[in-house]
């Protein structure tokens, strides 16, 4: 079958490389892709958010599959305006409804609290009851969490050690800071934990686990400095025992999907659950309604079963009986970014050396294809994959990869995996 595949990140090319490797694949596109998707499919230079012209191409190139690679088209609605125009395509995403649960915060932790769910204790607050915030923030410990209610590119979440430096922020934030995501605000407790990723494939009824992954956000070494989209991660996870997986799927998974039924939600796609695990028990920081980044760098190259068999028998409504292996290897993968990223970075310089790696794979995030050379068009511009016996051994792989590329004013982390 044909398959169109949205999205131009680091993300999209890891899917599209797992993707093309299907039998079920006849001709894979990727709109609007980068400079690496070329390598698995032929890339369309439509927006991933201009709903008509993707409804065209579909149309145009007979696409059977549609796979939604980022957020802000499932949070528009994406999936509707196709479902109701292509009846018979098959579309990896969530309704808009249900893609709530990254689009809004506050949605999130309602259907959290309904569940009863574990997350930390939170509420709600926009300008009209500014000081009922002011009066939560004076309530809790610190450090204090004020997150954008709505999407806000992985920027809308601030973490404040100081009192009055947080009800300035929340001022700030419901003022505009991060446009309309950010006017209504949710604070909650701040919790103090290791951080990972779990992903499940669910077609609202049953699922089915993806290999659980690490990644670490901020820009400098040992997580310190502003956060990122994410400097590199690890799968699978030492410290992710079967004790500590149950918890997860008796108490996190499982009331999610029935949480999605009791809804009458129309789920048919990814579920990723940042989860904070504190003295053994796992907690929901969020929910996303795809695949994370740069996780799936780490996490298509563990799966060694057939993605499009498994879309299709989510469709199919056979997942549960859906036969899911996992390479044992672990995998990691580390960015190369932009100078000056996440702040303000320039574009359109010239990447090297993509020509000499070996026992890594390269998956493009920020770039262009111009005059048969390949450039820089993002902050966050090349991801490193390796695999290794451990992590020590796929790291060292992907660092010797690393120093052959080159590009003006590169900048990567030396430390990914520090804290394991």
């Known amino acids: 079958m044909n398959i169109l595949l949205l999205g131009s990140g680091g993300r999209e090319h890891a899917l599209a490389w797992k993707i ?12 609007p892709g980068n400079a690496g998707t070329p390598q698995e499919g032929i890339n369309l230079n439509i927006n991933a958010n201009k709903f008509n012209e993707i409804s065209q191409s579909i149309h145009d190139y007979n696409i059977k599959m549609l796979i939604v690679g980022a957020e802000q ?3 528009e609605g994406i ?15 969530p309704s808009q409804q249900a893609a709530m649960l990254e689009g809004s915060k506050a949605f999130a932790k309602e259907f959290m609290k309904e569940m009863n769910i574990p997350t930390a204790a939170y ?53 505009g800071k991060f446009g309309a995501a950010s006017q209504n605000v949710v604070i909650e407790e701040f919790l103090s934990g290791i ?3 779990v992903f499940v494939l669910t ?34 996870l030492p410290f992710v025992d079967n004790t500590l997986k149950e918890k997860v799927i008796s108490r996190i998974i499982e009331p999610t999907i029935q949480g999605i039924q009791n809804r009458g939600l129309s789920y048919n796609g990814f579920v990723f659950f940042g989860l904070i695990e504190v003295n053994g028990e796992p907690y929901v920081i969020e929910y996303n309604c795809r695949m994370g980044d740069p996780e799936t760098e780490v996490v298509m190259p563990r799966l060694k079963s057939d993605l499009v068999a498994m879309f299709l028998a989510m469709h199919e409504h056979h997942l549960k009986d859906f036969k899911v292996e996992f390479d044992e290897r672990t995998a990691v993968t580390v960015f190369l970014v932009s100078g000056g990223y996440p702040e303000a970075y320039e574009k359109g310089k010239t990447i090297t050396g993509l020509n000499n ?22 902050g966050r511009v090349l991801a490193v994959t390796s695999y290794g016996k451990d992590k020590e051994e796929a790291l060292q792989h992907s660092y010797n990869n690393i120093k052959k590329i080159h590009f003006d004013k590169k900048y990567y982390r030396t430390d990914i995996g520090f804290d394991l």
């Open 20 to 31: 093309n490797q299907s039998p079920l694949c006849n001709q894979l596109y990727i709109a």
């Open 73 to 75: 088209p499932l949070v």
């Open 79 to 93: 999936y509707d305006y196709l479902n109701e125009r292509h009846s018979d395509l098959i579309i990896v995403g």
């Open 123 to 175: 509420q709600t607050f926009n300008l009209e009851n500014i000081q009922d915030g002011f009066k939560f923030i004076e309530n809790l410990n610190p450090p204090y969490v004020l997150k954008a209610d709505g999407l806000a590119a992985g920027k809308g979440v601030l973490i404040i050690d100081n009192q009055e430096e947080a009800k300035e922020s929340l001022k700030e934030m419901l003022e």
């Open 195 to 197: 951080e990972f990723s």
């Open 203 to 236: 077609n609202g009824k049953e699922y089915q686990m993806l290999p659980i992954a690490k990644d670490y956000k901020r820009i400098g070494e040992g997580d310190t400095g502003l956060n990122t989209g994410g400097m590199g991660a690890i799968s699978p």
């Open 357 to 378: 790696i070996e026992n890594s794979i390269v998956f493009h995030a920020g770039t262009k294809a111009e005059g048969g050379a390949v450039l820089s068009n993002g």
